[in-house]
């Protein structure tokens, strides 16, 4: 049994149901190492733009341990950045024969890189970088590129979330044998079981929510801030009625909160429809519903590292639509057979690409169905395994 030493910011709603399932495999002695405990409690999101308080276990199935930090600067959602007082501490005494960190962004990460390549043991990073959006600034690019070589000499092995992540890697000289996949994926089981059950209630949905039961539906579930590009969507709605006039004969459903809403929900009543609806912040448990009851789902961001959003509602068996600036699009959406990637920011091509969603969204659900079975916590374990394999030979 190898033990792993895992390090992330802060107990995370999507990663809490792997770390159990590696938890349990008889092959890992999993130890898991937090920055924080603030996402255990309510905490004010500045995205969302109110108290969140997740309905899911967070911390149950694994072992874990909170480490001794000094907090230092203030970051979004309520985090702080801190620097870890006992990492090389824990990692003595646990005799680790791997450390696994999540990310860069936090300097209790880079401490846990350190100190792990000063005691003899390997690491491992996963992260959610790509090259879709650069810095405009060329010193901090430059500033960037210095940090991230200086970063990864240190590294015995990458995990890669998806493509667009390993042409990130690739972009920086990390050869092909140091590079394993370990698929950005939530917990499918899960979600195919709750889009059963949400499929037995989604009359009663539709009924309580005003809805027509023969009229299609397209979900926007995220934060309604600028980066996510909310207003295209509505835009785009719009060019769906006939004569700019008549409602569109499709509902539009906003999932989510944050500092855009009063503007949009003011923007969607200039219209005179009834067609479009604010449903506000859904929690975890609650989102299941809100993909059985779509037909389209679309995630029209500026910039978003990955998306898991298209990996849950996929499990419903839904059309998928998305810009090209989505990190999942090029392992998730197949364009013109599970739904379509469309250029951000324009709103034409947006609203064509939902035309042909709603057309075709039963194929196309059924395609997303079949795809997602195959990007799942079973691929994640087996490239982590073959990670570990990989820098325990090396090592020895």
Same mark, same amino acid.
């Given at each position: 049994?190898?033990?792993?030493?895992?390090?992330?910011?802060?107990?995370?709603?999507?990663?809490?149901?792997?770390?159990?399932?590696?938890?349990?495999?008889?092959?890992?002695?999993?130890?898991?190492?937090?920055?924080?405990?603030?996402?255990? !409690?309510?905490?004010?999101?500045?995205?969302?733009?109110?108290?969140?308080?997740?309905? $899911?276990?967070?911390?149950?199935?694994?072992?874990?341990?909170?480490?001794?930090?000094?907090?230092?600067?203030?970051?979004?959602?309520?985090?702080?950045?801190?620097?870890?007082?006992?990492?090389?501490?824990?990692?003595?005494?646990?005799?680790?024969?791997?450390?696994?960190?999540?990310?860069?962004?936090?300097?209790?990460?880079?401490?846990? $890189?350190?100190?792990?390549?000063? %005691?003899?043991?390997?690491?491992?990073?996963?992260?959610?970088?790509?090259?879709?959006?650069?810095?405009?600034?060329?010193?901090?690019?430059?500033?960037?590129?210095?940090?991230? !070589?200086?970063?990864?000499? !240190?590294?015995?092995?990458?995990?890669?979330?998806?493509?667009?992540?390993?042409?990130?890697?690739?972009?920086?000289?990390?050869?092909?044998?140091?590079?394993?996949?370990?698929?950005?994926?939530?917990?499918?089981?899960?979600?195919?079981?709750?889009?059963?059950?949400?499929?037995?209630?989604?009359?009663?949905?539709?009924?309580?929510?005003?809805?027509?039961?023969?009229?299609?539906?397209?979900?926007?579930?995220?934060?309604?801030?600028? &980066?996510?590009?909310?207003?295209?969507?509505?835009?785009?709605?719009?060019?769906?009625?006939?004569?700019?006039?008549?409602?569109?004969?499709?509902?539009? %459903?906003?999932?989510?909160?944050? &500092?855009?809403?009063?503007?949009?929900?003011?923007?969607?009543?200039?219209?005179?429809?009834?067609?479009?609806?604010?449903?506000?912040?859904?929690?975890?448990?609650?989102?299941?519903?809100?993909?059985?009851?779509?037909?389209?789902? &679309?995630?029209?961001?500026?910039?978003?590292?990955?998306?898991?959003?298209?990996?849950? &509602?996929?499990?419903?068996?839904?059309?998928?639509?998305?810009?090209?600036?989505?990190?999942?699009?090029?392992?998730?959406? !197949?364009?013109?057979?599970?739904?379509?990637?469309?250029? $951000?920011?324009?709103?034409?091509?947006?609203?064509?690409?939902?035309?042909?969603?709603?057309?075709?969204?039963?194929?196309?659900?059924?395609?997303?169905?079949? %795809?997602?079975?195959?990007?799942?916590?079973?691929?994640?374990?087996?490239?982590?395994?073959?990670?570990?394999?990989?820098?325990?030979?090396?090592?020895?």
């Amino acid at each position: 049994m190898l033990r792993l030493a895992y390090f992330v910011s802060h107990p995370i709603q999507y990663q809490a149901p792997l770390l159990r399932l590696i938890a349990a495999d008889p092959e890992i002695d999993l130890k898991v190492f937090f920055y924080s405990d603030f996402s255990l !409690k309510a905490y004010q999101d500045e995205g969302f733009g109110r108290l969140i308080e997740w309905d $899911v276990p967070l911390t149950e199935g694994y072992n874990y341990h909170f480490l001794d930090c000094w907090r230092i600067q203030k970051q979004q959602s309520g985090l702080q950045q801190s620097l870890a007082k006992d990492i090389a501490k824990q990692l003595k005494q646990g005799q680790f024969d791997a450390v696994w960190v999540h990310g860069w962004s936090w300097l209790c990460g880079i401490q846990a $890189v350190l100190a792990a390549n000063n %005691l003899g043991i390997p690491v491992l990073l996963r992260g959610e970088a790509n090259n879709l959006s650069k810095a405009t600034n060329p010193i901090k690019q430059t500033v960037k590129q210095v940090f991230l !070589k200086w970063l990864f000499e !240190k590294i015995a092995a990458f995990c890669y979330i998806g493509t667009s992540n390993y042409e990130f890697y690739k972009s920086y000289g990390i050869e092909d044998d140091r590079l394993f996949c370990m698929p950005y994926a939530v917990d499918n089981d899960y979600f195919q079981k709750c889009a059963v059950l949400a499929g037995t209630k989604r009359e009663e949905l539709r009924r309580s929510l005003n809805l027509d039961p023969h009229r299609p539906i397209i979900l926007y579930a995220a934060k309604l801030i600028d &980066v996510k590009r909310p207003y295209d969507l509505l835009a785009a709605y719009r060019l769906l009625s006939s004569d700019g006039v008549q409602e569109p004969e499709p509902y539009l %459903l906003f999932v989510g909160d944050g &500092v855009l809403r009063p503007s949009l929900e003011a923007q969607a009543q200039e219209t005179g429809w009834k067609s479009i609806h604010f449903l506000g912040f859904q929690n975890q448990s609650q989102m299941p519903a809100m993909y059985d009851l779509c037909d389209v789902f &679309v995630l029209p961001s500026g910039f978003e590292p990955w998306g898991l959003a298209i990996n849950e &509602v996929m499990n419903a068996g839904k059309a998928v639509v998305v810009s090209d600036q989505v990190g999942c699009a090029l392992n998730l959406v !197949k364009d013109k057979q599970n739904g379509r990637i469309y250029p $951000v920011g324009d709103i034409t091509a947006l609203a064509e690409s939902i035309r042909w969603a709603i057309a075709k969204h039963d194929f196309a659900g059924d395609y997303s169905l079949e %795809l997602i079975e195959k990007w799942s916590y079973q691929e994640d374990i087996q490239g982590l395994k073959q990670a570990l394999n990989f820098v325990i030979r090396g090592y020895k």
